[in-house]
């Protein structure tokens, strides 16, 4: 109750009020952080390709958008490079990645969403057919098993979480980038 109390007498000083906010969601932040942690928690984004489901880190993901447009098509490109997008004045390269990984293009339908890679050196913005929105898995559910996936990604996978009698593989999208594969993007 005191600390509503504290809001209330902030009110009539709004960059004081704005500061309090802050320092109080970062002491928040910081320890869901650590508690998280300690208990051994893996937080990431999961999605559907090709009617199976994966996971992403948490860390390596941006942002999910929906599909930007317009495009931009990029001359000479590999056909898995759909095009540049300004994504908030930012050039974002869109990658079909059902089709980079040779599986074939991903069909466009309201559930069709790109996540943003967060990557230093390399920005791209991966399609996928649907983001289920974030699974957190304890540390005893992770295996190092690769399991059979119709979506040829076995190179990137980093191990996969069992869950009930779901196994939810994990893409490592930061080994994905670095690929001279990824890299020679040109026809």
């Known amino acids: 109750m005191q600390e509503s ?18 320092r109080r969601g970062r002491a928040v932040t910081a320890t869901s952080t650590s508690d ?29 958008l929906g599909v930007p447009a317009p495009l931009t ?19 974002l390269p869109i990658i079909d990645l059902r089709a980079f990984l040779g599986s074939g293009p991903t ?27 974030f699974r957190r898995f304890t540390d005893a559910e992770f295996t190092a098993d690769i ?3 119709v ?4 190179p990137y996978i980093a191990g996969s979480f069992r869950r009930g009698g779901e196994q939810w593989p994990v ?5 994905l980038l670095e690929d001279p594969a990824f890299s020679g993007a040109s026809a």
């Open 107 to 133: 069909p466009a339908s309201r559930n069709t969403r790109v996540i943003v890679v967060n990557h230093r050196d390399i920005p791209a913005g991966l399609l996928v057919d649907e983001v289920l929105g």
């Open 73 to 91: 098509r990029v001359p000479g490109a590999k056909s898995w490079i759909l095009g540049l997008a300004n994504v908030r004045g930012q050039l």
């Open 151 to 154: 979506v040829r990604c076995e």
């Open 5 to 22: 109390v504290a809001l209330r007498s902030l009110r009539d000083r709004p960059f004081e009020l704005l500061a309090e906010l802050e």
């Open 171 to 175: 893409i490592g999208l930061r080994s």
């Open 36 to 64: 998280a942690s300690q208990n051994g928690e893996w937080v990431g984004v999961a999605l559907r390709m090709a009617g199976e489901l994966y996971l992403v880190s948490r860390d390596e993901a941006r942002e999910v």
């Open 147 to 149: 399991p059979p996936a």
